[in-house]
């Protein structure tokens, strides 16, 4: 078991995030808006989608090195179960379901040299003549898939079923059952399928140095996941906390504050990330022996990354809540808690914060999607990831090339953008429905007669 | 047009509404099938609390509803012609040209960016095809016909340089621009002082006289609308519930919510059976001013002061109320929060019950805020929306007396609620479940948690429907009748004063001009300012009979 930084932070995170759901879960005015989430369809299902791309995510998080003599190398258990499919390389680039490279080749066949397209080493090799049967061989082991899909979704559904009634006796009713069961069953299904034909062909096709696409769209999952919620978990504190106290205080700690975020902002971002990136790089030449592996390395630039990404992006944020606190701290009841004897630091807590987190909320979810695009951008220009971090910015930034070749290579672009799209819509559809339900003036709450 | 109306005997109607229902979606209809009839150079009132429907019957003429309203309506017809049968662009000919109308806010009806004489002219232009000369004249005209002081050169100015009078005068000016036959007053002076108020309206019955257009007023004050309509109809949940001549229905209300809604009303009359009877003064103010600085200039240098409190000494007595009279601006607001150490910049002696609060500061100012609490106007904005009503309540307790443990907070919390007559199970509710009056009530109670010898009423009552004031009113008294509680009670509006106040003090510019007990200022004022906002206030009329 090797436990690396971000590894690190982001079970750190997990324990938080649960320890507070357990701390609130019984609280009668919390218990009203979780279960709106619970009875709201869209909620749910970009819910379930959400814990899909993080239980994958989690999975990429658990590293250890495995028994192997003589080796380095460290790999995730995600990188186990997949070990076909990170093993399997071919030459070069290959078309999805493909069983011959891209390009033709120079290849010896009974003795002659031919100008022909070599067959892959892997896709596709159980087939003895490719020609015919591919697609009876294709639809034969997808329906291998979704039986085995099926098998799965069955004892899950037992399960749950049985833990659930020992649990509560029946189904809760406020569950939206049926659209999380669809979800689930879609989910669980697509991923049986896609990972049993991936067993014999390569299902996203292969990139330039022959390697899996669908294993390397998978991959990025965790990159993406920990660049979003990383960045944001630096950035909050800062925008949140100066925001509040530039409102709030006014005076001598606004100017200071607003001359910081005005200074820091007229500084271009890119400069201080490719300063920042070349700092990390340079300390661990200078450190090699506590930066031995690949992989180790990549997960230390990947950590910088986040955190001045969220140094570099706190002031937007921060100018958006100073306003709101402004605002805020003239209410008549910011007045009242005064009157009442309430301390400041009470009246910053319990009146303030609460009042500007739709705000957080909202941005925070924005954030995560244009930081993901973000680290697309960056490793354009060489500072982001490090280039052997599997990450859909460093596939959407080899598809550059990809696009202008004769034929177009659209594979490695598609899987990318599907499972970013997917992740963040999730997010954003999640967050509507969590504002939506937190926020106590929006519909459907009752009034009180 | 008009020469068509001057035509019409009184026999057929201006407007008349057949079975008019309006209903929003799904829900319950706002509008309820109801029918009226006005005829011309009359004034018509159409009275009701908030939420009964009588904006929404205004605008469902016009037809200006909001797209997810249905209405319908058997016919409704302008001097014969049905409306509901008209296109949306003829309709349009109609909005301004025949049918004119007034909204509420003068604040937000007029654009900010215009000058007024633009925004009257763009309203001439619409209704008659004049010469630019021509628009000016006319212009002016109107804008002396509404009585706006030096309309030559205020036609230059923007709305902001003008004051909430003369932002009415000039909305009316514009409503007037089309010549109507009917102009709709939809709470014409409800945001305006009492002085002005009486102002605007006498100037609507003199324009009414000069063009014999007819006046539709639609108002929650019944006493204002006995002083101005000729007929009154009282709106209830979307129905009209009473219809008849005014000096009828003030005398001999048939339906019960009529006369419930009269008896809430406040009288003048009930300020003069109080017995003046002398209490040790709990409150001491001497000479107390209130500050702010104007900053000018690139270090915020301080070139000047505006005395929003300027030098008041006022006495309030243990278990006696204070009202504390004023128009908007005066101070008075500034004044109450400034007592409670609100507002920075606030000096002079301030003794409650014999401790001396001037000069106090951090810890030793927050440990004997229980003394003064305030209850605010809005009840929308004086309570936090993300927290529960019992944490509201229990906010105070647990700032000044730690002590107190959860168990018997919670106790407290019930008995608080109970006292101010609202149920247990409310406790778990956030604030916007509540109607306007169960949040002040709310309000009330949290001050009330901490023990206080002086609650400090920052108009609490006016914003609320007349019947929810007359509730929210006893049961300040209640209160003060079994815990001795002091208020100071700020408000503008004298009728309520004569409900509630031992003594009064009228504030005019930062200043007190008068004070003294009730009977004193309402009915013997000395003071010329006094007079005039006594005068000004209407009355219903029976009472002057």
């Not at chain 1, 001598?252 to 820091?264: A, G, K, S």
Request: glycine fraction near 8%.
């Amino acid at each position: 078991m090797t436990l690396l930084w971000t590894d690190a932070l982001i079970f750190l995170l997990l324990l938080a995030s649960v320890s507070i759901g357990f701390y609130l879960h019984d609280k009668p005015h919390i218990q009203r808006p979780l279960n709106k989430i619970a009875r709201s369809n869209v909620g749910m299902v970009s819910l379930v989608v959400l814990l899909f791309f993080l239980l994958v995510g989690l999975l990429d998080s658990l590293h250890f090195k495995p028994k192997q003599e003589g080796s380095n190398e460290i790999i995730s258990l995600l990188d186990y179960c997949a070990t076909p499919l990170r093993e399997q390389s071919e030459k070069t680039y290959s078309a999805p379901f493909a069983t011959t490279l891209y390009s033709k080749e120079m290849i010896a066949k009974d003795g002659d040299r031919v100008w022909d397209y070599p067959r892959l080493v892997y896709g596709g090799k159980h087939l003895a003549d490719p020609g015919k049967g591919k697609l009876g061989d294709i639809l034969q082991k997808a329906g291998l898939g979704f039986l085995l899909g099926v098998a799965f979704f069955i004892v899950f559904l037992l399960l749950s079923a049985v833990i659930s009634y020992l649990r509560y006796g029946a189904t809760p009713a406020f569950f939206a059952l049926r659209p999380v069961m669809l979800t689930l069953f879609t989910l669980i299904v697509i991923s049986a399928i896609f990972s049993y034909l991936s067993l014999y062909y390569h299902v996203l096709g292969t990139d330039k140095v022959g390697e899996d696409v669908f294993y390397q769209a998978v991959k990025s999952i965790r990159t993406g996941l920990v660049i979003g919620t990383l960045t944001t978990l630096i950035m909050l504190p800062l925008a949140i906390l100066f925001g509040i106290l530039a409102g709030f205080f006014r005076g001598w700690v606004d100017d200071v504050i607003q001359y910081l975020y005005t200074t820091l902002n007229s500084i271009p971002g890119v400069l201080l990330i490719a300063a920042s990136v070349l700092m990390v790089q340079v300390y661990m030449a200078n450190h090699e022996s506590a930066f031995t592996s690949v992989i180790v390395r990549a997960d230390m630039r990947l950590l910088f990354l986040c955190m001045i990404l969220g140094v570099t992006s706190w002031t937007g944020l921060c100018r958006l809540l100073r306003a709101e606190t402004l605002k805020l701290r003239e209410m008549e009841y910011v007045q009242a808690a005064y009157a009442l004897g309430v301390k400041q630091h009470a009246i910053l807590l319990r009146h303030i914060l609460p009042n500007v987190m739709h705000i957080v909320l909202i941005s925070v979810v924005l954030d995560f999607s244009s930081l993901v695009l973000a680290e697309a951008v960056l490793s354009y220009i060489n500072i982001g990831v490090d280039p052997t971090t599997y990450s859909w910015g460093n596939m959407i930034n080899g598809a550059r090339l990809e696009m202008a070749r004769e034929p177009v290579v659209w594979w490695s672009l598609s899987a990318a953008f599907v499972f970013m799209f997917a992740l963040v819509l999730a997010a954003n559809l999640f967050a509507d429905v969590v504002q939506d339900a937190f926020d106590p003036r929006s519909a459907g709450n009752e009034s009180f007669k | 047009m008009a020469l068509n109306t001057e035509n019409n005997t009184m026999t057929e109607p201006l407007l008349s509404v057949e079975n008019l229902s309006v209903r929003f979606g799904r829900s319950q209809p706002v509008v309820d099938d109801i029918s009226f009839t006005l005829y011309a150079g009359e004034t018509f009132a159409l009275v009701g609390e908030s939420g009964s429907g009588k904006s929404i019957t205004a605008l469902s003429v016009l037809r200006l509803l909001p797209n997810n309203a249905t209405l319908n309506a058997a016919s409704i017809s302008l001097q014969g012609e049905n409306l509901l049968k008209l296109s949306e662009l003829e309709l349009c000919k109609i909005r301004g040209r025949r049918i004119g109308l007034i909204f509420q806010d003068p604040m937000s009806s007029l654009n900010p960016v215009m000058t007024i004489g633009d925004q009257v002219a763009e309203a001439v232009r619409q209704h008659f095809p004049l010469s630019n000369n021509g628009v000016q004249r006319r212009v002016l005209e109107l804008l002396q016909q509404v009585e706006l002081p030096e309309p030559q050169q205020r036609i230059k100015d923007f709305p902001h340089q003008l004051s909430g009078g003369q932002r009415q005068r000039v909305m009316i000016a514009i409503a007037l621009a089309g010549k109507p036959d009917l102009l709709i007053a939809d709470e014409p002076t409800t945001s305006l002082d009492v002085t002005i108020q009486a102002q605007i309206l006498a100037l609507l019955k003199s324009i009414q006289q000069q063009t014999g257009m007819a006046l539709w007023l639609i108002s929650h004050d019944l006493a204002l609308v006995s002083t101005m309509a000729d007929r009154v109809a009282v709106m209830q949940h979307g129905k009209i519930v009473e219809s008849s001549s005014s000096s009828d229905l003030f005398t001999q209300a048939q339906h019960p919510y009529t006369r419930k809604l009269l008896a809430a009303l406040p009288s003048m009359q009930s300020g003069l059976n109080r017995c003046p009877e002398e209490k040790p003064p709990l409150l001491q103010v001497d000479n107390f001013h209130c500050h702010y600085p104007i900053r000018k200039g690139l270090f915020k240098r301080i070139v000047g002061y505006v005395r929003a409190v300027d030098g008041v000494s006022l006495t309030i007595q243990q278990g006696k109320t204070l009202a504390l009279v004023g128009e908007s601006g005066c101070g008075k607001t500034t004044l109450g929060k400034g007592l409670l150490n609100l507002i920075p910049g606030s000096f002079g002696s301030v003794k409650i019950d014999g401790l001396d609060l001037d000069g106090l500061q951090g810890e030793l100012l927050r440990r004997q805020r229980a003394n003064i609490q305030i209850v605010f106007q809005d009840p929308f904005s004086s309570m936090n929306p993300r927290m529960l009503v019992g944490d509201i309540i229990a906010e105070g307790i647990g700032a000044l007396h730690p002590d107190i443990d959860a168990v018997e907070c919670k106790g407290r919390v019930r008995q608080l609620l109970q006292q101010v007559g609202l149920p247990e199970d409310a406790a778990l509710r956030y604030p916007h479940e509540f109607s306007g009056g169960q949040r002040q009530r709310i309000c009330i109670a949290r001050a009330l948690a901490v023990r206080p010898k002086l609650i400090v009423c920052d108009e609490p009552t006016s914003a609320l429907d007349v019947s929810v004031q007359a509730q929210v009113i006893r049961l300040l008294k209640d209160l003060q009748k079994e815990q001795g509680i002091s208020y100071l009670f700020i408000t503008h509006d004298l009728a309520v004063v004569a409900e509630i106040a031992d003594d009064v003090a009228v504030m005019y510019q930062g200043k007190i001009i008068e004070q003294g007990s009730v009977g004193q200022v309402l009915f013997k004022p000395q003071h010329a300012y006094t007079k005039k906002l006594i005068s000004a206030v209407p009355v219903l009329k029976k009472e002057v009979a």
